[in-house]
T-cell receptor, first 113, second 116 residues
């Protein structure tokens, strides 16, 4: 079946690293994504990883993929107040050239001073 | 480049009514997908339009229908509205064959629909 699961809340201190975890179920997923949603705004694609990779780094963001366990994580280094948002893990199942994206329920990241 | 635009921003309807939401894709994009995001949930795929045809559909009843126009813009129609249809409706556009992040979908800001 199609299901993406992630924890609902995460609170970190400003300047610390944030790690958001996610599990997915479709082993045929080709791309895995992290989206950011700020209040009143649409979804912004933060980063993505192709299924044949196990790590991707993009400035403060590091994505780790464990395909065997179907586990994806997003690490945000030096977390800032502007990182407060809801983060969605998502997968692109199968090998369609343009297909539906399956989203998790989102992790709300809050930053404490 | 205006990105993906949606109208209206907010809408209030009553049960049993019909609603039409509109989406203009990012310039150069040819594919439009619609998602429903209930409060506190992640977006759920409704359907996708390409070349003016519905190409893929999620688990939504026939009350949800859509259309894509020759200029690639799209409408989402919902008939016989239920209270449970209250949600943020997101439109995303992409370009078939663009490669990259699986034909990256760019999202609009959404239309907030409230059904009373």
């Amino acid at each position: 079946g199609e299901d993406v699961e992630q924890s609902l809340f995460l609170s970190v201190r400003e300047g610390d690293s944030s790690v958001i975890n996610c599990t997915y179920t479709d082993s045929s997923s080709t791309y895995l994504y992290w989206y950011k949603q700020e209040p009143g705004a649409g979804l912004q694609l933060l980063t993505y990883i192709f299924s044949n990779m196990d790590m991707k780094q993009d400035q403060r963001l590091t994505v780790l993929l464990n395909k065997k366990d179907k586990h994806l994580s997003l690490r945000i280094a030096d977390t800032q107040t502007g990182d407060s948002a809801i983060y969605f893990c998502a997968e692109l199942p199968g090998y369609s050239s343009a297909s539906k994206i399956i989203f998790g329920s989102g992790t709300r990241l809050s930053i404490r001073p | 480049d205006a990105g993906v635009t949606q109208s209206p921003t907010h809408l209030i309807k009553t049960r049993g009514q019909q609603v039409t939401l509109r989406c203009s894709p990012k310039s150069g994009h040819d594919t439009v997908s619609w998602y429903q995001q209930a409060l506190g949930q992640g977006p759920q795929f409704i359907f996708q339009y390409y070349e003016e045809e519905e190409r893929q559909r999620g688990n939504f009843p026939d009350r949800f229908s859509g259309h894509q126009f020759p200029n690639y813009s799209s409408e989402l129609n919902v008939n016989a509205l239920l209270l449970g249809d209250s949600a943020l409706y997101l439109c995303a556009s992409s370009l078939v064959g663009s490669g990259g992040a699986g034909n990256e979908q760019f999202f609009g800001p959404g239309t907030r629909l409230t059904v009373l």
